[in-house]
């Protein structure tokens, strides 16, 4: 039970290598990791296509002591053995530094100690290296780490990400509160999830979260403070804010174009590359953690998606060449170490339907020496109201296309890139296609094209590949009647109709959203003046790698929502994350000759 700097004690498991039954004394490296998931558990990702039965925490420690380290698994504060209250992020980095300071001065460490860990546990590595905590030499952060929460991870664009509510929901049910009191975490059960999606936005002692009072207090505050200043601020969840005080730990940095993380992600590798520190990048495929497979929603992404046997043997066996390299300081070449980017390119696989019943959108691993790749270039499609997308801007004035957006009916989630969201929603590539297993879907079987308040924009057939690698920027000129909505972008990817799929298929790339209240700044959010006229907004959906095929046709679908993946804007111009009531708003997207809307992708040469 390590002390941490208000006396609460974090539980703390210390694996030392052994000699005839006792711990041997020399000094050595640390392998670190805080989670809030149970640091005597089994995390479900410490798998590989070899080993495919995830270790447990004891089996991964003992493969690690084997090969010369302590290791070190800690449980949060407030988390299954560690003491206090379970604030989500904000005393990582304070709790992460008071432990390395303790490891740092034990006689069995040699100074030096690495981190690694996926999800929140990649949040604890991110927020204890913003203070330069003693003895840290090397990281590697998978899927998280927080850049700016209010961009990524918690808020996007100024919409709330709801799988913070899911999480909460499912978290408490482990919290120490129920785990005292069994009737607490009956209660929770008990609660009709879908339900309560339904009854949003949640407020106090009116949520399933009511019951531990600690968890509904934390997950409200950042769904209503929704102003950038010093409640985002600060350490574990605002890394941008401390990249020029962070020393220059050699760091692996990765994510996946299906996960929630891949913006925070970029944005840690070009705020920490500036610096001078060694860095990888990998970016694969798939969903939250899930490198191990190829099959992510209805799509199947080819025999090249998991990361064994294309960037290395597995993971483990890359993290274990880094910790060689900088924890033992090997001076071996390592040509896989050598490689600062390591991105899969999506597409390319027919589109024929599997024998599993999957759609092979297939691609292949890429290697490049930063991101975007150098040879990548900025390409401009333009929105015209014949709903045409082209690389021609528009000639014509006074153009521009108008929907009805109702918060009651929101446009539903399909896929995405999302994590933590079960029950109510999950990521990955899917047909965009009502379904009854998507919530909040009325019309199974009609694509979301044929709603009303969905406006899109495709280009003719593809006369030859468009392979995309890099940001996606979507330029919108917008007025609406309310003040405050929201607009969302859709990247797709439309498959030609074939035997398979005689409708063709029409595959999510990736999505964003932008509420107007925040069209000047987040710092200070200004509702919409009856007098104000066109707006002209940027939507920034994730970054992704794909390559659009001849053949097909390259879409963007512009709405107002995107519900259960964000919070819906009820658009009365109330406070964030407490209106009871909602007002239908008419949008309107402007694509004239004077009011150029667009998206920019980046293109590489074939």
């Not at 998931?37 to 447990?56: F, I, M, N, Q």
């Not at 919070?567 to 150029?596: F, K, M, Y």
């Amino acid at each position: 039970m390590i002390p941490m700097r208000d006396g609460v004690r974090l539980a703390t498991d210390i694996y030392r290598p052994g000699r005839d039954g006792k711990a041997a004394h020399d000094p050595l490296p640390v392998i670190f990791e805080r989670t809030p998931y149970d640091k005597a558990g089994t995390p479900r990702t410490e798998l590989s296509l070899r080993d495919p039965v995830p270790a447990s925490r004891e089996e991964l420690a003992i493969r690690l002591v084997r090969e010369g380290y302590v290791v070190i698994w800690q449980d949060c504060r407030g988390r299954y053995r560690s003491e206090g209250t379970f604030t989500k992020y904000l005393n990582e980095g304070e709790d992460g530094f008071d432990a390395m300071v303790w490891i740092k001065a034990q006689p069995w460490n040699n100074g030096r100690i690495g981190t690694m860990g996926l999800s929140y546990d990649a949040h604890t590595q991110m927020a204890m290296a913003c203070l330069n905590p003693p003895g840290l030499s090397c990281m590697a952060v998978d899927s998280g780490g927080f850049s700016n929460a209010f961009t990524c991870g918690i808020r996007q664009g100024g919409a709330f990400e709801l799988k913070q509510a899911t999480w909460a929901y499912n978290r408490a049910m482990e919290a120490p509160l129920a785990e005292k009191n069994p009737l607490i975490r009956a209660a929770i059960q008990a609660e009709d999830l879908h339900g309560w999606f339904g009854k949003m936005p949640w407020t106090k002692g009116r949520s399933p979260v009511k019951w531990d009072p600690d968890y509904e207090a934390y997950l409200l505050d950042q769904w209503q403070n929704g102003t950038f200043d010093e409640f985002w601020k600060k350490v574990g969840i605002w890394a941008a804010g401390y990249y020029d005080r962070m020393d220059t730990v050699p760091a692996i940095l990765m994510s996946s174009w299906y996960d929630a993380y891949v913006h925070t992600t970029l944005e840690n590798y070009q705020g920490l590359k500036t610096h001078g520190r060694p860095l990888i990048l990998i970016m694969g495929c798939w969903t939250h953690g899930n490198r191990s497979q190829r099959v992510f929603g209805d799509v199947d992404f080819g025999p090249a998606a998991p990361f064994d046997g294309q960037v290395d043997t597995d993971w483990l066996t890359f993290r274990l060449r880094w910790f060689e390299r900088w924890l033992k300081q090997s001076l071996e070449p390592e040509p896989v170490l050598e490689t600062p980017v390591h991105y899969f390119l999506m597409g390319g696989g027919g589109g024929a339907k599997t024998a599993d019943g999957h759609m092979m959108h297939g691609g292949a691993w890429r290697r490049s020496s930063d991101w975007p790749p150098r040879e990548a270039a900025p390409v401009r499609y333009f929105l015209h109201a014949d709903m045409e997308l082209s690389r021609i801007p528009p000639a014509m004035e006074n153009q521009h296309l108008a929907y009805d957006f109702d918060p009651r009916n929101p446009v539903p989630t399909i896929g995405g890139s999302l994590t933590s969201g079960e029950p109510i929603f999950s990521g990955g590539g899917f047909d965009q296609v009502e379904r009854p297993e998507f919530y909040g879907c009325l019309n199974p079987g009609m694509p979301l094209t044929a709603r009303r308040d969905v406006v899109s924009f495709q280009t003719p057939p593809l006369e030859e590949d468009v392979i995309v690698a890099g940001p996606v920027t979507v330029r919108l000129n917008v007025s609406t009647d309310a003040p405050d909505t929201d607009f969302t972008a859709k990247l797709v990817d439309v498959y030609p109709p074939s035997e398979d799929y005689p409708r063709g298929y029409a595959l999510n790339v990736t999505d964003g959203i932008f509420r107007l209240r925040y069209r000047h700044s987040f710092e200070k959010p200004e509702l919409v003046r009856p007098e104000e006229g066109v707006m002209e907004i940027e939507i920034t959906p994730f970054a992704t790698a794909n390559r659009f095929c001849k053949g097909h046709c390259i879409r963007v679908d512009i709405s107002s929502s995107n519900f259960p993946k964000y919070d819906v804007n009820p658009n009365t111009g109330g406070p964030e994350g407490t209106s009871r009531i909602a007002n239908i708003a008419r949008n309107r997207i402007h694509l004239d000759a004077t009011h150029r809307s667009y998206v920019e992708l980046y293109c590489l040469p074939d």
